[in-house]
DNA sequence: ACGAAGGTTTGACATTTATCAATCACTGCA
DNA sequence: TGCAGTGATTGATAAATGTCAAACCTTCGT
């Protein structure tokens, strides 16, 4: 893999504590790609043969059962992903596409748990990530399952407010579509959805969303440190 | 911690490749309690200062907000809950009751992090048990996206049936009230879906269910391995 | 054995969510 | 510039799921 991306994958949790040795090792033996839009990157089912890093672009994990698809999260650069099977060398469990074109890190499977084995604040890195992510997808169940999707919504409008960095005015990042279905809802649904919030100061432009009575959808959404935060 | 129970605990995954010292050392610092019925172990939010580890009887594992509550887990002897905060020492994300009288075993978070930095085949099994944790957290998403109500019940009986070794006749082995939490519906829904699945050969006396048409039952759960095996 | 308490089931009904069909709006390209 | 393709919205309707109330059934302790 080329030189160009290494320091800022360097930076990640995940492989910031570890020996330059071990870190040179696995750049070494892993791609850098670059994909066009709506590539399958990963269907599920498959064997985990590599670590994935997003460095560049946009990629879409989801999940297929009986002819139904549902989004499960869109990675954004940079991050990994599909690391849980990476380390139990397990089949993936979802599949994953580029959203827009996408630069993407493959490092192989197998030299990850090697140097999982030889590296100890890599393991430890590991370790924390696996956690993090595990919590992650807890709070996830929690959000489906505690709160109606109206609820769901008006949770993730005030995420997404501090992740765009809190301000009254943001852009929603993602299709609506794919909004719907990351939410569980169908489009017709989350459309309306929409609508059911402006009384508590949601206004809808095209992907510009403004929050014009904070407390008010605060008061309505209920965002809880053990379900919303991001970190914890 | 008495030393009946070691043998049993030394034989979980997560603890059965770490050094002899270590182990006795964690069970050194650690607690055995006997618990009655419906005692709230953990309150989601506190923060996590032990490991816990059920040698005997049923713990739920449940969340609540905004006045609700679902159940996410039942853990029966002999396992673990709670690692990943205990790991991260984050606060608990979700609550603990036992369900009978049950025994528990706890141990300190703070050794379990620290014979983790000592104890490599530690660290390697707490890896292991992190991503099977996530990866069956994320079955749990898929199941509670892309099914029915319906479907997630017909796909129960089909783990259960499996669990409680094969057979046509099996015990639910959980109050219905506590299942169909589990499973996000309300109890009387609950028991309409058991009469919905009538057609397809399930039999309900009580908590006794007898699955007398497999291949129809089967034909409409659709269960897959990417959402249903215990393993992988 | 009895009765209280709580789980389970049933029926009637309300709410939430999905589906289908049509229209509108936007984007990208010929 | 115009048009095809796709996403977004709207209205009408259907299906799934939840709520409420009552009856029934177990369990368990006195």
Excluded: C
């Excluded at 160009?4 to 994958?9: F, G, N, V």
């Excluded at 033996?29 to 985990?48: K, R």
């Excluded at 690391?83 to 089949?91: E, K």
């Excluded at 370790?127 to 996830?140: N, P, Q």
């Amino acid at each position: 893999m080329p030189e160009s991306h290494r320091p800022d994958i360097r930076k990640l949790d995940l492989f910031s504590e570890m020996s330059d040795e071990n870190f040179q090792s696995l750049m070494h033996a892993s791609y850098l790609q670059t994909f066009p839009p709506q590539i399958e990157l990963i269907t599920e089912g498959d064997a985990s043969d590599f670590l994935h890093v997003v460095v560049d672009g946009s990629v879409e994990l989801f999940a297929r059962w009986n002819n139904r698809e549902t989004s499960v999260a869109i990675v954004r650069p940079i991050s990994t992903f599909i690391l849980a099977a990476t380390l139990r060398n397990a089949p993936n469990l979802m599949s994953a596409r580029t959203l827009e074109k996408s630069r993407v890190v493959l490092i192989p499977s197998e030299d990850v748990r090697r140097i999982f084995d030889a590296d100890n604040n890599f393991a430890r890195a590991i370790v924390s990530e696996l956690a993090s992510g595990y919590r992650a997808s807890i709070k996830k169940t929690k959000d489906l399952k505690l709160r109606t999707s109206l609820e769901r919504l008006a949770n993730y409008l005030l995420r997404q407010q501090i992740r765009e960095g809190g301000g009254p005015e943001f852009e929603l990042q993602t299709e609506k579509k794919r909004l719907a279905s990351y939410l569980n809802m169908t489009p017709e649904n989350l459309s309306r959805a929409f609508k059911s919030l402006k009384p508590y100061g949601v206004e809808v432009n095209g992907s510009k969303i403004t929050i014009s009575n904070q407390p008010d959808l605060v008061k309505f959404a209920r965002p809880s440190p053990l379900i919303d935060d991001k970190t914890v």
